[in-house]
Nanobody, 122 residues
Framework: QVQLVESGGGSAQTGGSLALSCSAS????????VGWFRQAPGKEREFVAS?????????EYRDSVKGRFTISRDNAKNTVFLDMYNLNLEDTGVYYC??????????????WGQGIQVSVSS
C-alpha cells in the first residue's frame, strides 16, 4: 500500500501562486493514477485534478481551476505536483493527494495523504 505525504502550500493573496508536492512510498508509484482533492471549511471534499499515466497520461481538472492549476508527476522521484496560479478565495482549503491502483482516482480514490493547508486572502 502506498503512503502519501504532501508538502508546500501555505498562504497567498488573491491572484498569487502556490505549489504543492506529494511524495509517495511503499508502492509502485508509476502504476497508480494520482490526483488532488480539496476540502473547504464546512464543505465536502471535492476533486481538483488528476493525471493517469496508464491511461496515456490523461490530465483532468475541475472546471473552476482550468487554466489556473497544473498537475504533473515525476515517476522517477515518486512525486506528483500541483502548481496553482491566479488564486482566488474559493481555492482556500485543505488539499489532499490521492492515488488509485485501479480505476479512476477521480471516482475511486484509495489512498490519501494527510492534507495540507492552502489559504488565500484578499
Amino acid at each position: 500500500q502506498v503512503q502519501l505525504v504532501e508538502s508546500g502550500g501555505g498562504s497567498a493573496q488573491t491572484g498569487g501562486s502556490l505549489a504543492l508536492s506529494c511524495s509517495a512510498s511503499g508502492g509502485t508509484f508509476s502504476s497508480y493514477d494520482v490526483g488532488w482533492f480539496r476540502q473547504a471549511p464546512g464543505k465536502e471534499r471535492e476533486f481538483v485534478a488528476s493525471i493517469f499515466i496508464r491511461r496515456g497520461s490523461t490530465v483532468e481538472y475541475r472546471d473552476s481551476v482550468k487554466g489556473r492549476f497544473t498537475i504533473s508527476r515525476d515517476n522517477a522521484k515518486n512525486t506528483v505536483f500541483l502548481d496553482m496560479y491566479n488564486l482566488n478565495l474559493e481555492d482556500t482549503g485543505v488539499y489532499y493527494c490521492a492515488a488509485a491502483s485501479w480505476g479512476r482516482v477521480r471516482e475511486r480514490p484509495e489512498h490519501w495523504g494527510q492534507g495540507i493547508q492552502v489559504s488565500v486572502s484578499s
